[in-house]
């Protein structure tokens, strides 16, 4: 077996790896500090990849870390990093200075061997690259994108060598704090931006909501309007058909039937045979009565809507009181004590009868102005329409008593309806003058209101 023999070129090479010369005595303190520049670069680089993560902290974490990583890796006893005037100038703070373990970033409070390297890594961040000086301070640039932006200076601790591999990872810890600063920077930026974005759309959404409900609301509106005018458009018309009924087709069969009336009248005067026929005739003049009844009950089926809300009195009688007359009548209602519940068909009645008062009022008496009062006292309730027409209360007196009696004006039916309403609930009906100069219609009903027979227009 052949014994291997030493190869003084793998000594060499081992040399240059090593830096070391194995043939000299200070091969092993040598190596010790190699050995220990080795252990306090790992631990640098340690320090650093700690500090540089805390960008999420906010720059001033991140430069409070960085400045303790580099005074850890030098037994600096001060240490400074500052950021240079016009450069990263949304960085904060501009510089920080760790001095025994205490970090200051008022100027005012900075010794002044500290401020002169504050001034030149601030104005002439291009010249921080240095040895140890006389002074015994080291510096380090600051760069981003090849530009110088700042520096770390420090004061090694007493005893320290420092050798470029100090100075280098000084360097690395110096240009990495700048991009994580710019990058801090950049983060929360962007985590403001997106809370602001958020704050927009959650703003947006609520805009979004409001414009739906709004548009919903006009829709609504808009719906009803379209009903509304459509409602007013049927009343229109059913109101027209109401006056054409009135003023046209009532008149007719009430002159059909006074003239029956005259000729039944005369062929019974004459007696014989013609007096079959005049009691044929009283037949036809009550199946035209009817008719008259009929018309009426049409007309006023006519003058109000079925779709219209039922109300108490008081408020049927403000409703009647816009929508019930086809002339520009100036209506006033007036209610007078505490409203009490009656029957409906009694409160139906009574609206009726204020119905009637008014469109005579308007038709027959000309008024211009009109008067609804409605009393409720202890034991009655009193109604009153009162207009400043032209009508006689005299001759209206005269003319319900003929007509109630003989029927012979059968134009003036409306008022015989109206006293025999009256009647029905127990009360009373009278015609006097108005304090407006025209007519005045009272009826007087006793509480409590038995209604007990039909109503004339539902027959």
Request: some cysteine; aromatic content about 2%.
């Amino acid at each position: 077996m052949s014994v291997p023999r030493h190869d003084p070129r793998a000594a060499a090479n081992l040399g240059e790896l090593t830096g070391l010369r194995s043939g000299k005595r200070s091969f092993y303190p040598a190596y010790i500090r190699s050995n220990e520049r080795l252990e306090r670069a790992v631990e640098a680089l340690d320090g650093i990849s700690r500090a540089l993560v805390r960008t999420a902290e906010g720059p001033r974490a991140l430069v409070e870390a960085v400045v303790r990583a580099a005074a850890e890796h030098l037994q600096a006893r001060w240490l400074l990093l500052a950021v240079a005037d016009g450069a990263l100038r949304a960085a904060r703070p501009r510089f920080l200075l760790l001095a025994d373990d205490v970090l200051i970033d008022d100027e005012t409070r900075l010794p002044a061997e500290v401020r002169v390297h504050l001034d030149v890594l601030r104005t002439r961040p291009w010249e921080a690259a240095s040895s140890p000086g006389a002074d015994g301070w080291v510096r380090a640039p600051m760069t981003l994108d090849d530009e110088p932006v700042g520096g770390i200076a420090a004061h090694p601790g007493a005893g320290l060598e420092v050798a470029d591999t100090d100075l280098a990872i000084l360097r690395v810890l110096a240009n990495q704090a700048a991009v994580a600063l710019h990058n801090s920077f950049l983060f929360h930026a962007a985590t403001r931006l997106r809370g602001r974005t958020e704050q927009l759309s959650e703003a947006a959404e609520r805009q979004a909501r409001d414009l739906a409900a709004r548009s919903a609301e006009l829709a609504e509106t808009q719906r009803r309007l379209v009903e509304a005018m459509q409602r007013q458009a049927l009343d229109d018309e059913r109101h027209r058909i109401a006056r054409e009924l009135h003023d046209s087709v009532t008149q007719y069969v009430l002159s059909a039937g006074m003239t029956m009336e005259v000729c039944r009248a005369e062929l019974e005067g004459l007696g014989g045979p013609v007096g079959e026929i005049a009691e044929r005739l009283s037949s036809a003049k009550d199946l035209n009565r009817q008719a008259v009844e009929r018309l009426r009950a049409a007309i006023y089926a006519l003058h109000h809507s079925s779709k219209e809300p039922s109300g108490p009195l008081p408020v049927m009688l403000e409703r009647l009181s816009s929508v019930h007359l086809q002339t520009e009548l100036e209506v006033r209602v007036r209610v007078e004590g505490s409203p009490v519940p009656l029957p409906p068909q009694a409160e139906q009645s009574i609206l009726r009868l204020a119905g009637e008062a008014l469109f005579n009022s308007a038709s027959h008496g000309h008024a211009s102005r009109a008067l609804v009062l409605l009393r409720y006292r202890p034991g009655s309730v009193v109604l009153s329409v009162s207009d400043d027409g032209t009508g006689d209360p005299a001759q209206l007196r005269r003319t319900l008593r003929l007509c109630r009696a003989t029927d012979l004006s059968g134009r003036h039916r409306g008022l015989a309806n109206m006293l025999a309403r009256a009647e029905e609930l127990g009360g009373t009906l009278s015609i006097r003058r108005s304090r407006m100069g025209g007519i005045q219609l009272r009826v007087e009903i006793p509480l409590p209101v038995s209604v007990d027979q039909e109503d004339p227009d539902d027959c």
